[in-house]
Protein backbone atom coordinates (compact mmCIF):
# COMPACT_ATOMS: atom_id res chain seq x y z
CA UNK A 1 0.00 0.00 0.00
CA UNK A 2 3.07 2.45 0.70
CA UNK A 3 4.27 1.42 -3.06
CA UNK A 4 0.96 2.88 -4.27
CA UNK A 5 0.34 5.65 -2.00
CA UNK A 6 4.07 6.54 -3.71
CA UNK A 7 3.18 6.39 -6.86
CA UNK A 8 0.06 8.72 -6.42
CA UNK A 9 2.14 11.20 -4.92
CA UNK A 10 4.43 11.10 -7.85
CA UNK A 11 1.73 11.02 -10.58
CA UNK A 12 -0.24 14.12 -8.60
CA UNK A 13 3.33 15.88 -9.11
CA UNK A 14 3.80 15.43 -12.54
CA UNK A 15 0.03 16.60 -13.16
CA UNK A 16 0.99 19.65 -10.82
CA UNK A 17 4.07 20.33 -12.82
CA UNK A 18 1.97 20.33 -16.39
CA UNK A 19 -0.66 22.65 -14.60
CA UNK A 20 2.20 24.92 -13.57
CA UNK A 21 3.47 25.43 -16.80
CA UNK A 22 0.23 25.88 -18.64
CA UNK A 23 -1.20 28.16 -16.08
CA UNK A 24 1.83 29.53 -14.44
CA UNK A 25 1.75 30.34 -10.50
CA UNK A 26 3.10 32.80 -7.87
CA UNK A 27 4.41 32.09 -4.58
CA UNK A 28 3.94 35.33 -1.99
CA UNK A 29 4.39 35.29 1.33
CA UNK A 30 0.35 36.84 2.91
CA UNK A 31 1.11 36.91 6.38
CA UNK A 32 -2.82 38.11 6.40
CA UNK A 33 -4.44 37.79 3.74
CA UNK A 34 -4.14 35.82 0.41
CA UNK A 35 -6.27 36.42 -3.43
CA UNK A 36 -8.51 33.74 -4.42
CA UNK A 37 -10.51 33.51 -8.06
CA UNK A 38 -14.18 32.69 -7.24
CA UNK A 39 -15.03 29.78 -9.57
CA UNK A 40 -17.60 27.35 -10.17
CA UNK A 41 -17.53 23.76 -8.42
CA UNK A 42 -19.38 20.93 -7.07
CA UNK A 43 -19.40 21.15 -3.22
CA UNK A 44 -21.10 18.46 -0.84
CA UNK A 45 -22.13 18.34 3.20
CA UNK A 46 -21.16 14.83 4.71
CA UNK A 47 -21.46 13.08 8.10
CA UNK A 48 -17.57 12.16 8.88
CA UNK A 49 -16.80 9.08 10.81
CA UNK A 50 -14.22 6.30 11.82
CA UNK A 51 -14.93 2.01 11.18
CA UNK A 52 -13.46 -0.52 9.81
CA UNK A 53 -13.20 -2.78 7.02
CA UNK A 54 -15.38 -5.82 6.86
CA UNK A 55 -15.41 -8.86 3.92
CA UNK A 56 -19.66 -8.43 2.99
CA UNK A 57 -19.60 -11.19 1.35
CA UNK A 58 -18.42 -14.11 3.60
CA UNK A 59 -20.12 -17.96 3.40
CA UNK A 60 -19.75 -20.80 5.08
CA UNK A 61 -19.52 -23.73 3.34
CA UNK A 62 -20.64 -27.43 5.01
CA UNK A 63 -20.21 -30.54 4.60
CA UNK A 64 -23.94 -32.08 3.25
CA UNK A 65 -23.77 -35.40 5.18
CA UNK A 66 -21.81 -36.99 7.92
CA UNK A 67 -18.29 -39.40 7.10
CA UNK A 68 -14.97 -39.12 7.16
CA UNK A 69 -13.01 -36.56 5.30
CA UNK A 70 -11.26 -38.47 2.47
CA UNK A 71 -9.29 -34.80 1.57
CA UNK A 72 -9.09 -31.06 1.83
CA UNK A 73 -7.60 -29.24 -1.12
CA UNK A 74 -7.48 -25.67 0.16
CA UNK A 75 -5.44 -23.63 2.01
CA UNK A 76 -6.38 -20.25 4.11
CA UNK A 77 -5.72 -17.56 2.04
CA UNK A 78 -5.86 -19.35 -1.15
CA UNK A 79 -7.92 -18.37 -4.43
CA UNK A 80 -10.59 -19.99 -5.46
CA UNK A 81 -13.34 -20.38 -8.82
CA UNK A 82 -16.87 -20.83 -8.59
CA UNK A 83 -17.63 -24.89 -9.07
CA UNK A 84 -14.10 -25.64 -7.86
CA UNK A 85 -13.85 -28.62 -5.37
CA UNK A 86 -12.59 -27.47 -2.01
CA UNK A 87 -13.25 -30.86 0.32
CA UNK A 88 -14.73 -34.27 0.14
CA UNK A 89 -15.46 -37.41 2.10
CA UNK A 90 -14.89 -40.83 1.88
CA UNK A 91 -17.65 -42.34 -0.92
CA UNK A 92 -17.36 -45.68 0.45
CA UNK A 93 -19.49 -44.52 3.50
CA UNK A 94 -21.66 -42.76 1.45
CA UNK A 95 -22.46 -45.64 -0.99
CA UNK A 96 -23.11 -47.78 2.29
CA UNK A 97 -25.57 -44.89 3.61
CA UNK A 98 -27.37 -45.77 0.30
CA UNK A 99 -27.69 -49.31 0.81
CA UNK A 100 -29.04 -48.68 4.15
CA UNK A 101 -31.77 -46.03 3.08
CA UNK A 102 -32.38 -48.50 0.36
CA UNK A 103 -33.17 -51.28 1.90
CA UNK A 104 -34.50 -49.44 4.80
CA UNK A 105 -37.36 -48.22 2.19
CA UNK A 106 -37.91 -51.72 0.65
CA UNK A 107 -38.97 -52.56 4.39
CA UNK A 108 -40.75 -49.69 4.64
CA UNK A 109 -42.85 -50.33 1.30
CA UNK A 110 -43.62 -53.97 3.00
CA UNK A 111 -45.17 -53.28 6.25
CA UNK A 112 -47.55 -50.77 4.33
CA UNK A 113 -48.57 -53.87 2.34
CA UNK A 114 -49.07 -55.58 5.06
CA UNK A 115 -51.00 -53.12 7.41
CA UNK A 116 -53.35 -52.58 4.14
CA UNK A 117 -53.57 -56.25 3.89
CA UNK A 118 -54.64 -56.93 7.53
CA UNK A 119 -56.97 -53.86 7.43
CA UNK A 120 -58.60 -54.91 4.16
CA UNK A 121 -59.10 -58.67 5.73
CA UNK A 122 -60.67 -57.38 8.97
CA UNK A 123 -63.59 -55.37 7.12
CA UNK A 124 -64.85 -58.43 5.39
CA UNK A 125 -68.05 -59.26 6.07
CA UNK A 126 -67.73 -63.15 5.77
CA UNK A 127 -65.45 -65.62 6.25
CA UNK A 128 -64.55 -69.24 5.07
CA UNK A 129 -64.24 -71.97 7.66
CA UNK A 130 -61.79 -74.77 7.15
CA UNK A 131 -64.27 -77.18 6.25
CA UNK A 132 -65.71 -74.59 3.43
CA UNK A 133 -68.62 -73.21 5.62
CA UNK A 134 -69.28 -69.12 4.48
CA UNK A 135 -69.81 -67.88 7.94
CA UNK A 136 -70.89 -63.92 8.59
CA UNK A 137 -68.30 -62.22 10.55
CA UNK A 138 -68.00 -59.33 11.96
CA UNK A 139 -64.75 -57.08 13.51
CA UNK A 140 -65.35 -54.93 16.32
CA UNK A 141 -65.38 -51.41 15.32
CA UNK A 142 -62.31 -50.76 17.78
CA UNK A 143 -60.22 -53.08 16.22
CA UNK A 144 -60.84 -51.21 12.52
CA UNK A 145 -59.93 -48.20 13.85
CA UNK A 146 -56.53 -49.37 15.19
CA UNK A 147 -55.79 -51.07 11.90
CA UNK A 148 -56.52 -48.14 10.06
CA UNK A 149 -54.22 -46.22 12.54
CA UNK A 150 -51.26 -48.81 11.49
CA UNK A 151 -51.67 -48.05 7.92
CA UNK A 152 -51.50 -44.57 8.48
CA UNK A 153 -48.42 -44.74 10.37
CA UNK A 154 -46.86 -47.11 7.59
CA UNK A 155 -47.35 -44.40 5.05
CA UNK A 156 -45.85 -41.99 7.21
CA UNK A 157 -42.83 -44.42 7.46
CA UNK A 158 -42.55 -45.12 4.02
CA UNK A 159 -42.57 -41.53 3.35
CA UNK A 160 -39.78 -40.83 5.71
CA UNK A 161 -37.65 -43.70 4.40
CA UNK A 162 -38.51 -41.90 0.74
CA UNK A 163 -37.41 -38.49 1.75
CA UNK A 164 -34.72 -39.82 3.79
CA UNK A 165 -33.32 -41.78 0.32
CA UNK A 166 -33.87 -39.05 -1.91
CA UNK A 167 -31.59 -36.14 0.62
CA UNK A 168 -28.83 -38.62 -0.09
CA UNK A 169 -29.17 -39.23 -3.45
CA UNK A 170 -29.09 -35.57 -3.91
CA UNK A 171 -26.48 -34.83 -1.28
CA UNK A 172 -23.09 -34.42 -2.34
CA UNK A 173 -19.84 -35.83 -0.46
CA UNK A 174 -18.24 -32.82 -1.82
CA UNK A 175 -17.90 -29.52 -1.02
CA UNK A 176 -17.70 -26.87 -4.19
CA UNK A 177 -16.92 -22.95 -4.17
CA UNK A 178 -20.41 -21.42 -5.57
CA UNK A 179 -18.64 -17.99 -6.57
CA UNK A 180 -15.15 -16.86 -6.94
CA UNK A 181 -13.27 -15.85 -3.82
CA UNK A 182 -10.91 -16.98 -1.29
CA UNK A 183 -10.17 -19.20 1.56
CA UNK A 184 -10.57 -17.48 5.13
CA UNK A 185 -10.90 -20.59 7.12
CA UNK A 186 -10.50 -24.26 7.32
CA UNK A 187 -11.86 -26.03 9.78
CA UNK A 188 -11.15 -30.18 9.15
CA UNK A 189 -8.57 -32.14 7.40
CA UNK A 190 -8.36 -35.17 6.06
CA UNK A 191 -9.31 -38.47 8.61
CA UNK A 192 -11.40 -36.52 10.65
CA UNK A 193 -14.93 -37.48 11.24
CA UNK A 194 -17.94 -35.09 10.66
CA UNK A 195 -21.51 -34.77 11.16
CA UNK A 196 -23.91 -33.34 8.73
CA UNK A 197 -23.89 -29.58 8.42
CA UNK A 198 -19.77 -29.31 9.86
CA UNK A 199 -18.53 -26.42 8.07
CA UNK A 200 -15.77 -27.47 6.04
CA UNK A 201 -14.21 -24.23 5.35
CA UNK A 202 -15.32 -20.36 4.77
CA UNK A 203 -15.13 -18.45 1.55
CA UNK A 204 -15.38 -14.65 0.99
CA UNK A 205 -15.47 -12.19 -2.38
CA UNK A 206 -11.99 -9.83 -2.22
CA UNK A 207 -13.70 -7.74 -3.68
CA UNK A 208 -16.70 -6.51 -1.71
CA UNK A 209 -16.08 -4.49 1.79
CA UNK A 210 -18.43 -2.79 3.62
CA UNK A 211 -18.17 -1.09 7.21
CA UNK A 212 -19.95 0.47 9.88
CA UNK A 213 -20.10 3.65 11.87
CA UNK A 214 -22.08 5.23 14.37
CA UNK A 215 -24.03 8.34 13.79
CA UNK A 216 -25.34 10.47 16.26
CA UNK A 217 -28.39 11.38 17.13
CA UNK A 218 -28.89 14.67 15.88
CA UNK A 219 -27.04 13.63 12.27
CA UNK A 220 -29.48 10.59 11.78
CA UNK A 221 -32.31 12.17 10.50
CA UNK A 222 -29.75 13.31 7.28
CA UNK A 223 -28.85 9.97 6.62
CA UNK A 224 -30.93 8.05 3.74
CA UNK A 225 -31.30 4.44 2.77
CA UNK A 226 -28.90 3.96 -0.43
CA UNK A 227 -27.33 7.40 0.03
CA UNK A 228 -24.14 8.00 -1.56
CA UNK A 229 -21.15 8.22 0.18
CA UNK A 230 -17.36 7.43 0.16
CA UNK A 231 -14.63 5.50 1.91
CA UNK A 232 -10.89 6.52 2.81
CA UNK A 233 -8.48 3.95 3.30
CA UNK A 234 -6.54 5.74 6.52
CA UNK A 235 -3.09 3.85 5.30
CA UNK A 236 -3.66 5.55 1.71
CA UNK A 237 -5.07 8.77 2.24
CA UNK A 238 -5.49 9.40 -1.22
CA UNK A 239 -7.35 6.39 -2.39
CA UNK A 240 -10.90 7.69 -1.49
CA UNK A 241 -13.63 4.92 -2.63
CA UNK A 242 -17.35 5.16 -3.74
CA UNK A 243 -20.63 3.54 -1.32
CA UNK A 244 -23.53 3.48 -0.45
CA UNK A 245 -25.67 3.62 2.79
CA UNK A 246 -27.20 -0.02 3.06
CA UNK A 247 -29.00 -0.18 6.37
CA UNK A 248 -29.66 1.86 9.33
CA UNK A 249 -30.08 0.57 12.79
CA UNK A 250 -33.95 0.87 14.50
CA UNK A 251 -32.02 1.11 17.74
CA UNK A 252 -29.27 2.92 19.28
CA UNK A 253 -26.27 2.28 20.81
CA UNK A 254 -25.69 4.17 24.18
CA UNK A 255 -22.73 4.38 25.56
CA UNK A 256 -22.13 6.74 28.44
CA UNK A 257 -25.74 8.67 27.93
CA UNK A 258 -24.05 9.20 24.40
CA UNK A 259 -27.07 8.09 21.48
CA UNK A 260 -25.90 6.53 18.48
CA UNK A 261 -26.87 4.71 15.70
CA UNK A 262 -25.08 1.90 13.56
CA UNK A 263 -25.00 2.89 9.93
CA UNK A 264 -23.99 0.80 7.31
CA UNK A 265 -21.99 1.48 3.85
CA UNK A 266 -21.07 -0.73 1.49
CA UNK A 267 -18.21 -0.28 -1.04
CA UNK A 268 -18.40 -0.40 -4.60
CA UNK A 269 -17.38 -3.90 -5.65
CA UNK A 270 -13.37 -2.64 -5.81
CA UNK A 271 -12.54 -4.42 -9.53
CA UNK A 272 -15.44 -2.63 -10.97
CA UNK A 273 -14.04 0.66 -9.25
CA UNK A 274 -10.37 0.09 -10.32
CA UNK A 275 -11.32 -0.71 -13.93
CA UNK A 276 -13.47 2.93 -14.03
CA UNK A 277 -10.21 4.58 -12.60
CA UNK A 278 -8.48 2.54 -15.18
CA UNK A 279 -9.82 4.11 -17.93
CA UNK A 280 -9.97 7.29 -16.47
CA UNK A 281 -6.86 7.74 -16.46
CA UNK A 282 -4.98 10.08 -19.22
CA UNK A 283 -3.70 8.95 -22.45
CA UNK A 284 0.07 9.58 -23.05
CA UNK A 285 1.58 8.35 -25.64
CA UNK A 286 5.03 7.63 -26.25
CA UNK A 287 6.42 10.72 -28.75
CA UNK A 288 3.03 12.88 -28.09
CA UNK A 289 3.54 15.86 -26.51
CA UNK A 290 0.52 17.26 -24.24
CA UNK A 291 -1.32 19.81 -25.44
CA UNK A 292 -0.32 22.21 -21.95
CA UNK A 293 3.62 20.67 -22.83
CA UNK A 294 3.14 22.14 -26.18
CA UNK A 295 2.04 25.28 -25.30
CA UNK A 296 4.78 25.58 -22.62
CA UNK A 297 7.39 24.94 -25.30
CA UNK A 298 6.13 27.43 -27.73
CA UNK A 299 5.64 30.36 -25.07
CA UNK A 300 9.35 29.72 -24.30
CA UNK A 301 8.59 27.99 -20.62
CA UNK A 302 10.95 24.85 -21.29
CA UNK A 303 12.73 23.38 -24.16
CA UNK A 304 12.18 20.39 -26.36
CA UNK A 305 14.42 18.10 -24.22
CA UNK A 306 13.06 19.20 -21.01
CA UNK A 307 9.75 18.74 -22.47
CA UNK A 308 10.71 14.73 -23.50
CA UNK A 309 11.82 14.48 -20.07
CA UNK A 310 9.19 15.27 -18.04
CA UNK A 311 6.92 13.24 -20.76
CA UNK A 312 9.29 10.04 -20.31
CA UNK A 313 8.70 10.27 -16.28
CA UNK A 314 4.70 10.88 -16.98
CA UNK A 315 4.79 7.36 -18.46
CA UNK A 316 6.98 5.97 -16.37
CA UNK A 317 4.68 6.80 -13.67
CA UNK A 318 1.15 5.86 -15.07
CA UNK A 319 2.91 2.80 -16.01
CA UNK A 320 4.14 2.30 -12.37
CA UNK A 321 0.71 2.71 -11.68
CA UNK A 322 -1.29 0.90 -13.48
CA UNK A 323 0.74 -2.16 -12.31
CA UNK A 324 0.21 -1.55 -8.38
CA UNK A 325 -3.80 -1.25 -9.51
CA UNK A 326 -3.09 -5.16 -10.53
CA UNK A 327 -1.89 -5.91 -7.55
CA UNK A 328 -3.62 -3.75 -5.05
CA UNK A 329 -6.04 -5.01 -2.68
CA UNK A 330 -8.17 -4.10 0.37
CA UNK A 331 -7.72 -6.09 3.44
CA UNK A 332 -10.32 -6.63 6.09
CA UNK A 333 -9.70 -4.76 9.45
CA UNK A 334 -8.40 -1.73 7.63
CA UNK A 335 -9.24 1.25 9.37
CA UNK A 336 -11.30 3.76 7.21
CA UNK A 337 -12.86 7.56 7.12
CA UNK A 338 -16.74 7.06 5.99
CA UNK A 339 -18.33 10.41 4.62
CA UNK A 340 -21.85 10.03 3.55
CA UNK A 341 -22.54 12.58 1.64
CA UNK A 342 -26.02 14.08 3.46
CA UNK A 343 -26.32 17.75 0.62
CA UNK A 344 -24.80 18.26 -2.25
CA UNK A 345 -24.87 20.51 -5.12
CA UNK A 346 -23.10 20.79 -8.22
CA UNK A 347 -21.42 23.56 -10.78
CA UNK A 348 -22.18 26.52 -8.33
CA UNK A 349 -20.01 29.37 -7.35
CA UNK A 350 -17.68 28.77 -4.56
CA UNK A 351 -15.53 31.39 -2.01
CA UNK A 352 -12.79 29.73 0.39
CA UNK A 353 -15.08 30.40 3.99
CA UNK A 354 -12.01 32.17 5.32
CA UNK A 355 -12.65 34.99 2.44
CA UNK A 356 -16.12 35.33 4.48
CA UNK A 357 -16.99 37.52 7.49
CA UNK A 358 -20.40 38.07 9.32
CA UNK A 359 -22.21 40.95 10.79
CA UNK A 360 -25.82 41.16 12.35
CA UNK A 361 -26.88 37.83 9.88
CA UNK A 362 -25.33 39.11 6.71
CA UNK A 363 -22.26 37.42 4.79
CA UNK A 364 -19.36 40.15 3.31
CA UNK A 365 -16.54 39.10 1.30
CA UNK A 366 -13.93 41.82 0.22
CA UNK A 367 -13.56 42.14 -3.33
CA UNK A 368 -10.62 42.79 -5.54
CA UNK A 369 -10.81 44.61 -8.47
CA UNK A 370 -8.32 44.66 -11.42
CA UNK A 371 -7.28 48.05 -10.34
CA UNK A 372 -6.48 46.18 -6.78
CA UNK A 373 -9.40 48.49 -5.16
CA UNK A 374 -10.87 46.57 -2.33
CA UNK A 375 -14.48 46.50 -1.91
CA UNK A 376 -16.67 44.98 1.04
CA UNK A 377 -19.69 43.47 -0.94
CA UNK A 378 -22.72 41.80 0.99
CA UNK A 379 -23.88 38.18 -0.06
CA UNK A 380 -26.31 35.25 0.01
CA UNK A 381 -24.81 31.75 0.87
CA UNK A 382 -26.03 28.48 0.39
CA UNK A 383 -24.47 25.38 2.01
CA UNK A 384 -21.17 25.05 3.78
CA UNK A 385 -18.73 22.22 4.21
CA UNK A 386 -15.36 22.65 6.04
CA UNK A 387 -13.50 24.53 3.18
CA UNK A 388 -16.10 26.03 1.06
CA UNK A 389 -19.27 27.91 0.95
CA UNK A 390 -21.81 28.01 -2.13
CA UNK A 391 -22.51 31.91 -3.02
CA UNK A 392 -26.04 32.38 -4.87
CA UNK A 393 -26.01 36.21 -4.99
CA UNK A 394 -23.48 38.70 -5.28
CA UNK A 395 -20.54 37.66 -7.00
CA UNK A 396 -19.47 36.47 -10.27
CA UNK A 397 -17.02 34.01 -11.72
CA UNK A 398 -13.66 35.24 -12.13
CA UNK A 399 -13.80 37.87 -9.27
CA UNK A 400 -11.19 38.09 -6.95
CA UNK A 401 -11.54 38.13 -3.25
CA UNK A 402 -9.62 38.07 0.37
CA UNK A 403 -8.90 35.54 2.38
CA UNK A 404 -7.52 35.47 5.67
CA UNK A 405 -4.47 33.64 5.72
CA UNK A 406 -1.27 33.79 8.37
CA UNK A 407 1.41 31.81 6.49
CA UNK A 408 3.06 32.42 3.72
CA UNK A 409 1.08 30.50 1.02
CA UNK A 410 0.97 29.63 -3.04
CA UNK A 411 -1.83 30.94 -4.92
CA UNK A 412 -3.38 28.70 -7.61
CA UNK A 413 -4.68 30.60 -10.73
CA UNK A 414 -8.00 29.75 -11.69
CA UNK A 415 -7.53 26.81 -13.72
CA UNK A 416 -5.04 25.25 -10.76
CA UNK A 417 -7.59 25.50 -8.09
CA UNK A 418 -10.35 23.21 -7.26
CA UNK A 419 -12.51 22.64 -3.92
CA UNK A 420 -10.62 19.28 -3.64
CA UNK A 421 -7.66 20.32 -4.94
CA UNK A 422 -5.58 19.13 -7.73
CA UNK A 423 -6.19 15.13 -7.63
CA UNK A 424 -5.72 12.05 -10.43
CA UNK A 425 -9.06 11.75 -11.93
CA UNK A 426 -11.30 9.57 -10.52
CA UNK A 427 -9.27 9.02 -7.31
CA UNK A 428 -10.93 10.74 -4.67
CA UNK A 429 -10.44 13.76 -2.54
CA UNK A 430 -14.32 14.97 -2.94
CA UNK A 431 -17.48 13.34 -3.64
CA UNK A 432 -18.05 11.49 -6.71
CA UNK A 433 -18.47 13.99 -10.09
Known amino acids: MKVLKILLITLVLCSTSILWLSCGSKSEPAPQSQVVTVQRGNLAVDITASGNLALSLKEDLPFEMGGTVEEVMVEEGESVEEGQVLAKLDTSEWDNELTKLELALLDAEINLENAEFALEQAEEDTSTSIT ?167 EGQMTQEEAEAMLEQMQQAQAEQQAAFEDFQLREGLTVTVSIIVQEKKDVLLVPNGAITTQRGQSYVQVVSSSGAIEQRAIQTGITDYTNTEVTEGLSGGEKVLVSRTTTTTTPTTEQQGPGGIMIPGMGGGPPQ
Open 132 to 298: GDIASKTTDPKEIDILELKVKLAEARLEDAQKALDEARDASPEVTAPFDGFITTVNVKGGDDILKGTVAVTLADPNKFEADILVSEMDIFQVKLDGDATVQIDAMTSLILPAKATHISPTATIQQGVVNYEVKVELEPLEEVIQERQEAMPDISPGELPEPIKQAIE
